[in-house]
């Protein structure tokens, strides 16, 4: 009894074809730096403003409340 071993496909190739190139990143525009540069000093201006003149306990009960869930998001989790 013989045995038939199959033969490769022409299009069989034992390497990967070649990966296109990947275009290579672009630098940012100097404006824009600029522009988030600006965006993030107003926030921080902002945010430094909001807390001044509070004290420490006034202060971490503001975090508190900004990252604790509101109540029905708290009894909706406690349903399901």
């Known amino acids: 009894m013989a045995i038939r071993v199959s ?3 022409p299009s069989f190739s034992p ?3 070649a990966s296109p190139r990947l ?3 672009r630098r940012p525009d100097p ?3 600029l522009a988030r540069r600006l965006v993030l000093r107003v926030l921080r201006r902002v945010r430094n403003d909001m807390y001044a003149g509070l004290g ?3 202060y ?3 975090l508190d409340w900004i990252y ?3 109540d029905y998001v708290r009894e909706f989790r ?3």
Do not use: D
């Open 15 to 17: 390497t990967p074809p």
């Open 7 to 9: 033969t490769v496909p």
């Open 23 to 25: 275009p290579l990143p």
């Open 78 to 80: 406690a349903e399901v």
């Open 68 to 70: 604790t869930a509101p």
């Open 31 to 33: 404006r824009q730096q």
């Open 60 to 62: 971490w009960r503001t």
């Open 56 to 58: 420490a306990e006034q």
